[in-house]
């Protein structure tokens, strides 16, 4: 007995075949080349076609982890990222190809928790927060071992977290923390610095189109620029935390996403930004981890989700 998990990104598609052990077995990415709608619809439908024809065990289940809001009531998908899915119907399609195959779907945030839950470093937890950091912000949150999910399926939306004054029209589309503090943001707030400070000088002048593998790469180099923008950011990324810690009281605050990762050095430094703001007994509760799984959480997750919803357990 295997399941499929499936990991949809804004970029690619990843999959993966579990055994009953929860051990991948089989594993591919697909790149969306800017497919849209109907189409990347298609793409995961062909995806556990060609899974099932090469595994070697027979696949019970599917789990799937998606960029966005899953609406559990209506089975529908929307992701910013991927054009033509305000409102798409991604259980539905699954379900009338693989009638016989439970479906489950969740967004990737959760499925992150999920997996770090199952796998990684929130084992025998059942209250956490697992902070994404990749592209976008979002949060997984564990509260008496339930994910948090909201009126709307919305909860964790946390790159719409306020954490500076005044407000600014240009937060309004991804939120004020996510502007600055993701991957995307660091870009952002390095060019917003330079278009300030016109004596800034440094490396990150030599880049026409900024990325925030280059601001990394300044801030190894002692650029001032790029230490300005990761001193702002773990400011930013400790009141987040503090945030977290006051509201929820979790035992651990794992940090994934693609810059946990490379960020993962400034997790002491959160850790006391966060100390200033928290409250005071329940920061000396938490400790503040990177995650295990790295950037395969969310497709752990999609696993233990499918794994779910068959009612098997898995063996450690």
């Known amino acids: 007995m295997s399941v499929l ?5 804004g970029t690619k ?15 591919a990415a697909i ?29 019970e289940s599917i789990g799937v982890s998606i960029p966005g809001i899953y609406r559990h009531r209506t089975g529908t998908v929307w992701a910013p990222n991927i054009g033509g899915w305000e409102d798409f119907p991604l259980h539905q399609v699954i379900q009338k190809m693989y009638p016989g ?86 870009a952002r707030l390095a060019t917003e610095l330079m278009n300030d400070d016109s004596g800034y000088g440094g490396v990150l002048r030599q880049h026409h189109h900024l990325v925030a593998h280059h601001v990394f790469e300044a801030h190894a180099l002692g650029d001032p620029v790029a230490r300005k923008v990761f001193a702002e950011c773990v400011c930013m990324w400790g009141m987040a935390a503090a945030n977290f810690v006051s509201l929820f009281n979790p035992e651990k605050l794992i940090f994934g996403g693609g810059l946990f990762g490379p960020a993962t050095r400034f997790i002491p430094s959160i850790y006391e930004e966060a100390l200033k703001w928290a409250q005071p007994i329940s920061i000396h509760q938490v400790s503040f981890e990177a995650s295990a799984l790295g950037t395969q959480a969310a497709i752990y997750g999609a696993a233990q989700i499918a794994f779910q919803r068959i009612n098997k357990s898995v063996r450690p």
């Open 5 to 9: 998990a499936l990991d949809l990104g």
């Open 13 to 27: 598609l990843a999959s993966a075949v579990f055994s009953s052990r929860g051990r991948i077995v089989g594993s």
């Open 31 to 59: 790149p969306l080349d800017k497919r849209k709608g109907e189409d990347v619809g298609e793409l995961i439908v062909d995806e556990i076609r060609r899974c099932q024809d090469s595994a070697e065990e027979q696949i």
């Open 101 to 186: 195959l439970p479906v489950a779907i969740d967004n990737d945030r959760a499925c992150s928790m999920f997996g770090e839950q199952w796998r990684g470093n929130a084992q025998g937890c059942s209250d956490a927060v697992f902070l994404a950091v990749g592209t976008g912000i979002g949060a997984g949150i564990l509260s008496g071992g339930h994910i948090l999910r909201g009126a709307g399926d919305i909860g964790g939306a946390a790159g719409w977290m306020a954490l500076k004054m005044p407000f600014h029209e240009k937060y309004a589309l991804c939120g004020c923390f996510e502007y600055y503090a993701s991957g995307a943001g660091l």
